[in-house]
Nanobody, 126 residues
Framework: QVQLVESGGGLVQAGGSLRLSCAAS????????MGWFRQAPGKEREFVAA????????VYADSVKGRFTISRVNAKNTVYLQMNSLKPEDTAVYYC???????????????????WGQGTQVTVSS
């Protein structure tokens, strides 16, 4: 069992930066692939970024590539999402998720994640 708690959301102007954190409980955190997803009002949950358990492989949605960076510190049971050059269309609730599924690349599919946090709101003003 893994419990996830996100933090770091808030209100920021376009062009600004935020860093989201996801703290995980459980001694097996290092064996999980971790992902970030987001959901804007009236839209489906969408993939943002994911990182393999070792940190050796990361994947990003095209919409955030070059602006967002996912990282993890297994010793701290924490995964991060550094978000730079934020745009109003990045406004959403951001969710952290965990899966033990091992693919060639970290999964982009919400249904393949077993554990989810409660989400943190990110609002980017124009």
């Amino acid at each position: 069992q893994v419990q996830l708690v996100e933090s770091g959301g808030g209100l920021v102007q376009a062009g600004g930066s935020l860093r989201l954190s996801c703290a995980a409980s459980g001694r097996t955190f290092s064996s999980y692939t971790m992902g970030w997803f987001r959901q804007a009002p009236g839209k489906e949950r969408e993939f943002v970024a994911a990182i393999r358990w070792s940190g050796s492989s990361t994947v990003y949605a095209d919409s955030v590539k070059g602006r967002f960076t996912i990282s993890r510190v297994n010793a701290k049971n924490t995964v991060y999402l550094q978000m730079n050059s934020l745009k109003p269309e990045d406004t959403a609730v951001y969710y952290c998720a965990a899966t033990r599924l091992i693919n060639i690349a970290p999964s982009r599919i919400p249904d393949e994640y077993d554990y989810w946090g409660q989400g943190t709101q990110v609002t980017v003003s124009s």
